[in-house]
């Protein structure tokens, strides 16, 4: 809002205030006449009235949006004071009620008052004035004249229009701006009061309308501002001039009531916009003038429709004033672009300049620059080169190329000077003036600018023009400066970026180095990834890695061979460059040949401080080429990064090598161990050598004596590896079992040991190791040794794992040479001990039968496996007839023993002599070891004899008992016999006697036998008759018994000795008589044949078992005791029987079945000649 | 103790006869079996006094008939005197285990073979 509203809004709301002042004086001279406590009241009302009009105008004078928040205070302070005025009032009116009230009056000022202070318009303010007036005054009429209230004719004019001519009238001035007046018609009140009434609430009108104005107008401040702000901001968008003229015009068409419109800018006279726009000269026009930063920078012309209003005017001058502004900021920005574009080439060449990130490319470029930016012809870079006293033209734009390179003395030209001086010169050539190079020869001036690199004058830009006109500008030399230090400064940049940028290439490409070389598991994928990332990395054309073991190896006289710069950085463990092979006197034409390449870089593989490489990375180029600091460094990193990455690889390498040794070891050593044959150990260990350790062939000797014997070979034969036996000082033993170390010679037609015309060489193998085998002892008991058909070098690796297989296979030989010793042991032990009588059993802790052999076998009847494995106690019980376990308690006993047991065997009776003792067994555990020898046939001949004894001993007494007791019983003299019984006692006598007689001659006859001195008298004796003669006794012999005889007629002669076959006869009836207990017939059969007498003895008694059969005619054998039912004898009959037949030439056998009888056959030799004629013959 | 009855087993009948004519001579009732068998069967018949009783017989031999007469509850009255040639018997324990009263060891004299029944008797 302007300040002049502002102000008139301010004196408005005085002015309302002076109207209160007023008012409420009137009011008080009415309250002192009627009402003194009403007037009061008043008084108070319109003071405050005035004192919110008066508040109304200072705020104007402050701020509009005060304005507003204090009319609203003041309203509602009226508001309040009347309300407290209206009972106050009240209470005072009630007596006076004829007379219009005070009080009444009073709220209808402040009625007005407040309507006042809100109402909108001018009608509204005057409606309620004149209705208020008209009520208050009891008036027929109010009206609002709009003439001056002094022009009394006026007013009655006005009042007839009203038709209140002739009506007493009262009239106050009122608006005085407007020239109206108040008047009321026909009121009750006297003219006096009805004035003063009418100018209060003229006052209060005016107060009213004067705060109705203030707010029109500050309204219509906020809409200019809004609008001219508007404006402004949308011509201030716009850059150009003229679109700012044009939007300009637009704008004031739109808003103001004018016909047409022209902007003109001061430089272009002739130019409107909109064009064509010149208003017509006719026409009323108004101009205004576009000032900005007091420059007049245009004018605009308008012709309005009508006078315009003053906000119009206002609005015109500020959107004018909105233009003149951005006109000014376009004519600012378009003189800042020109100025721009006057720098642009500056800019630029320092931009380009900046832009190239190489210092030969920045040179370059600011050759290419500098002329168009001179408006010259060419330049040129010229550089100092102080060492040769010279400039060369390192740069050229423009000039022929012919002057690129050239070299010049550094005093002479341009160039020169400006490098001395160290300041710029300018030249200026005549045609014929001579150049300092012909191709320089069309400049006609030159300006030389000395270039600083590295802070000191390195040389200089020198640019050229081919026409002497206009010549150079302070100007251009100071650009010439600027841009040669630009350069300066950019190639210095340039340089630090290049050698960041180098360091970071190299750093990047190092990581990738690592990285790249990380992924390689074995020496032959590094060699190969190591190639590829180092050619990758320098850009090599080739590249091929060796590693130290090959180069030492058997590359020598190949191609592949390193040549002298390969060894060179091989030796000296540094990167070796050459640029140039083929002018390099490091290398030899020969090496040329086979260096596939023109330049060559060789890298050591090798750690920083490393004292060898171990191997060499060789870079190849095809072109000569020269290695910068960048590719140096390249290859140190690639130096060391190969150097981790060989190593790396060799110690898994190595480390893969060694578990697959250490597994492959052990598993021939488990293979070894598994064989206990030492010949098949031996095949095995050579077999093994061979695969394990890769050889052609291998040998494995053992020394006897002073040599070492071919125990075991693979792969060749055995005059290739050196024959059967080889002296111990042979060439390649000599060592190894002087040292007790592996020996291995890589190449041995190189090494020079073996004669040339060895077996070994001869066989074509070329590389040889050898490793001891150790003995129990810790000395050497042979050698193992392995060849191969190329030369080798064994890595260390390898060798220790020949060394270790010599030793596995050693302590394997050892294992199983002993095994053998022990199975030989064993099976010598075995072979005792089944030779032995003795029956030998071992039991171990558990009392296990462990071992059972052939004796005891034999002697018990059980099968060894059928008695390994179970206990002792088991099998005695079970198979052995030890019931009670007394045999087993004796035999488990602790400690040495020594005794018999009685065992039974399949019924029958076992007696076991036993030695047994407490032996560990494998398992330390103590177990016994038993030796029994069977002496169950001892036993029986021991009880034989002692049966013997007791039955000769029963047959002598029994006789005895009768002769004695018989002799004794006649002697009796306290008793008496018969005769008859006398008789018998001395036929008792007597036959007892020839009893015992029997008996002595049988004893006498087997001890006879016994020592072979039978006395026979050998004759013919006819068997059927000595049949006939022995009858009748062995009648006598038995009651329970019939004696049949079945003989020849005509006899039967045998060569015999008669009283032996009636010895013979007789003893066989009385055992047929005795063996057959229950009687029955004894057959005596005698039969002649041809060369043969046959006498056969039956009877019908118990028999005889076929066991029996075959001990019936041992010396005191009794047949069972339970099958013979205690027939007693000495044991001797069929002893002496059988005796005496063989001894008479003749044989005895038994035909017999138990229960069924027995026949006893003697067969004696025919007799040939009749007995009658027949010799006796003696026989010893 | 006069008129006891004596029996007497042997296989031997040259030694009953001994045995027999004897006895009687002394005055005791004599019955003869040649074999275990017979024995037994008399005692149990006769209740003898005493068996004399040979020990090397065919069949059963003096043991087992002495053990059976042991036995045999109808035979608590007899009892049994060895006769052998065999010198150990006082040692067997077979003979000892079957209750004999003692024992004759042949050749004997057949006069005082009697007083040794007698003896036996009233032991």
């Not at chain 1, 009241?41 to 509009?64: E, F, K, R």
């Not at chain 1, 004796?1021 to 038995?1038: C, E, K, N, Q």
């Not at chain 2, 052998?84 to 285990?97: H, P, S």
């Amino acid at each position: 809002m302007s300040d002049g509203l502002r102000l008139a809004a301010a004196l408005a709301a005085l002015l309302c205030a002076a109207g209160c002042i007023r008012l409420a004086f009137a009011l008080a001279r009415v309250t002192r006449k009627r009402r003194t406590t009403a007037g009061a009241a008043l008084l108070v009302l319109a003071g405050s009235v005035a004192v919110v009009s008066i508040a109304i105008a200072a705020a104007l004078v402050l701020d509009a949006p005060v304005l507003v928040a204090v009319i609203m205070a003041g309203a509602i302070a009226a508001g309040v004071s009347a309300a407290f005025a209206v009972p106050i009032a009240g209470s005072i009116q009630a007596p006076a009620s004829r007379t219009p009230a005070p009080g009444r009056s009073l709220d209808r000022a402040s009625r007005v008052a407040a309507a006042g202070a809100t109402a909108a318009s001018r009608d509204e303010v005057l409606d309620l004035i004149v209705e208020e007036a008209r009520s208050l005054l009891s008036a027929r009429a109010v009206l609002v004249l709009p003439v001056e209230g002094g022009d009394r004719a006026a007013v009655e004019a006005a009042l007839a229009e009203h038709g209140a001519e002739g009506v007493p009238s009262v009239v106050v001035p009122f608006e005085r701006d407007a020239g109206t007046s108040l008047a009321a018609v026909g009121a009750e009140v006297s003219n006096e009061e009805a004035r003063e009434l009418l100018d209060g609430l003229a006052a209060v009108g005016r107060s009213a309308l004067a705060g109705v104005t203030a707010r029109a107008g500050a309204a219509s401040a906020r809409r200019l501002d809004a609008v001219v702000g508007g404006v402004a901001r949308k011509l201030a968008a716009l850059h150009d001039s003229g679109a700012v003229a044009a939007a300009l015009a637009a704008e004031l068409r739109s808003r103001l009531p004018i016909e047409s419109v022209g902007v003109r800018l001061g430089e272009e006279p002739e130019r409107w916009y909109p064009a064509p726009a010149a208003p017509e000269d006719d026409r009323p026009r108004a101009e205004e003038v576009l000032v900005f930063d007091g420059f007049a920078l245009g004018t605009v012309a308008y012709a309005p429709t009508r006078p315009l209003t003053l906000d119009e005017e206002l609005l015109a001058d500020r959107v004018v004033d909105a233009g003149a502004l951005a006109l000014g900021v376009a004519g600012l920005r378009s003189m800042g672009r020109q100025l721009a574009a006057a720098q642009a080439a500056l800019v630029r060449a320092a931009e380009s300049l900046a832009a190239e990130l190489h210092p030969d490319r920045v040179l370059q470029r600011l050759a290419e620059v500098v002329p168009s930016a001179l408006h010259a012809d060419a330049a040129a870079i010229w550089l100092d080169e102080p060492e040769q006293e010279r400039l060369r033209v390192t740069h050229v734009h423009g000039h022929p190329i012919t002057l690129l390179g050239a070299t010049v003395n550094s005093r002479v030209g341009a160039a020169g000077a400006a490098i001395t001086g160290g300041r710029p010169v300018v030249e200026l050539h005549e045609a014929d003036d001579p150049a300092v190079h012909r191709a320089l020869d069309a400049v006609r001036r030159e300006l030389a600018v000395p270039l600083r690199l590295g802070g000191r004058v390195r040389g200089a830009l020198v640019i050229s023009s081919y026409v002497a006109h206009p010549g150079f500008s302070a100007a251009d030399v100071e650009l010439g400066q600027a841009l040669a230090r630009l350069a300066s400064l950019a190639v210095e940049t340039a340089t630090a970026y290049d050698e960041r940028g180098a360091q970071a290439r190299i750093d990047r490409a190092s990581s990738e180095l690592t990285a790249e070389l990380a992924m390689a598991r074995n020496s032959d994928g590094l060699r190969e990834s190591l190639a590829r990332v180092a050619r990758q990395t320098l850009g090599a054309d080739a590249a091929r890695v060796r590693l130290a073991a090959e180069l030492e190896d058997g590359l020598a006289n190949t191609g592949a061979a390193p040549i002298g710069l390969e060894l060179l950085a091989l030796r000296e463990r540094r990167v070796v460059a050459s640029g140039g092979l083929g002018s390099d006197s490091r290398v030899s034409p020969e090496e040329r040949r086979r260096v596939p390449g023109a330049a060559l870089l060789a890298v050591p593989i090798s750690h920083d401080g490393a004292r060898s490489a171990a191997g060499v990375v060789t870079l190849l180029w095809r072109r000569t080429r020269e290695f910068d600091d960048a590719d140096v460094a390249l290859a140190e990193r690639l130096r060391v990064a190969a150097a981790a990455a060989v190593e790396r690889v060799q110690l898994e390498e190595a480390e893969r090598r060694a578990s697959t040794t250490a597994r492959e070891l052990q598993r021939v050593g488990a293979l070894l161990a598994a064989d206990l044959d030492p010949r098949a150990v031996l095949r095995q260990i050579v077999a093994q050598a061979v695969s394990l350790l890769g050889a052609d062939a291998c040998a494995l000797r053992l020394l006897e004596e002073d040599e070492l014997v071919l125990r075991a070979a693979e792969g060749a034969p055995v005059e290739s590896l050196g024959g059967e036996r080889l002296p111990v000082s042979d060439v390649l033993a000599a060592e190894v079992l002087a040292t007790s170390r592996p020996v291995a010679l890589d190449d041995l037609a190189a090494d020079g040991r073996l004669a040339p015309d060895d077996p070994v060489l001869k066989a074509g193998f070329a590389s040889w190791a050898g490793a001891p085998i150790a003995s129990a002892d810790g000395g050497v008991q042979g050698m193992l040794a392995i060849f191969g058909r190329h030369p080798r070098r064994l890595r260390d690796d390898e060798v220790e794992a020949l060394a270790a297989f010599a030793n596995s296979a050693s302590v394997a030989l050892r294992n199983a040479l002993l095994y053998e010793a022990v199975a030989s042991e064993k099976d010598r032990v075995a072979a005792i001990l089944g030779r032995v009588a003795d029956a030998i059993v071992a039991t171990d802790a558990e009392d296990r039968i462990t071992l059972w052999n052939t004796a005891a076998e034999e002697i018990t009847q059980i099968p060894e496996r059928r008695a390994l494995g179970r206990t002792l106690a088991e099998l005695l019980t079970s198979e052995l007839g030890d019931a009670d376990h007394s045999a087993h308690g004796v035999l488990a006993g602790a400690g040495a023993i020594a005794t018999e047991v009685r065992l039974s065997r399949a019924g029958q009776e076992l007696w076991l002599s036993v030695t047994a003792a407490d032996m560990s067994g494998a398992d330390g555990r103590p177990g016994r070891v038993l030796a029994m020898r069977d002496i169950s046939e001892v036993r029986a001949l021991e009880q034989l004899k002692s049966d013997f004894v007791a039955t000769v001993s029963h047959e002598l007494r029994t006789p005895l008992t009768s002769i004695y007791g018989f002799a004794e019983t006649l002697l009796r003299e306290d008793a008496s016999f018969g005769e008859e019984d006398r008789a018998s006692f001395v036929r008792y006598i007597a036959s007892e006697a020839e009893r015992l007689n029997r008996l002595v001659d049988g004893l006498l006859s087997a001890a006879r036998l016994e020592t072979g001195a039978v006395g026979l008298t050998l004759a013919p004796v006819d068997v059927a008759a000595v049949a006939r003669d022995v009858a009748p006794w062995a009648g006598g012999r038995s009651e329970q018994h019939k004696l049949a005889l079945v003989l020849p007629p005509g006899g039967a002669l045998a060569e015999a000795d008669a009283d032996r076959v009636r010895q013979v006869l007789i003893n066989l009836i009385d055992n047929a008589i005795k063996y057959s207990p229950d009687g029955g017939t004894v057959t005596v059969r005698v039969r002649k044949r041809r060369r043969v007498v046959e006498l056969r003895v039956s009877d019908e008694g118990i028999g005889i078992s076929e066991r029996d059969q075959r001990n019936l005619f041992q010396k005191f054998f009794r047949v069972d005791a339970a099958m013979s039912r205690g027939i007693r004898g000495i044991g001797l009959g069929l002893y002496l029987v059988r005796g005496f037949v063989t001894a008479m030439g003749g044989r005895i056998w038994v035909e017999s079945e138990q229960g069924k009888g027995s026949t006893f056959v003697v067969e004696l030799p025919a007799s040939e000649v009749p007995a009658a004629a027949g010799q006796r013959r003696e026989v010893a | 103790m006069a008129g006891a009855r004596i029996l007497v087993v042997d296989d031997e009948p040259a030694i009953r006869l001994l045995c027999r004519v004897n006895l009687q001579a002394d005055g005791f009732a004599v019955q003869e079996a040649p074999d275990g068998v017979a024995a037994l069967e008399i005692a149990r018949a006769w209740h003898p006094e005493l068996v004399l009783l040979d020990v090397m017989m065919p069949g059963e031999d003096g043991f087992a008939v002495a053990e059976r007469i042991r036995d045999d509850p109808s035979l608590t009255g007899t009892r049994v005197m060895f006769l052998t040639a065999r010198a150990d018997i006082a040692d067997n324990e077979r003979a000892r285990g079957t209750g004999a009263v003692g024992h004759v060891t042949k050749p004997f004299n057949p006069s005082s073979l009697g007083d040794e029944i007698r003896a036996a008797l009233s032991r």
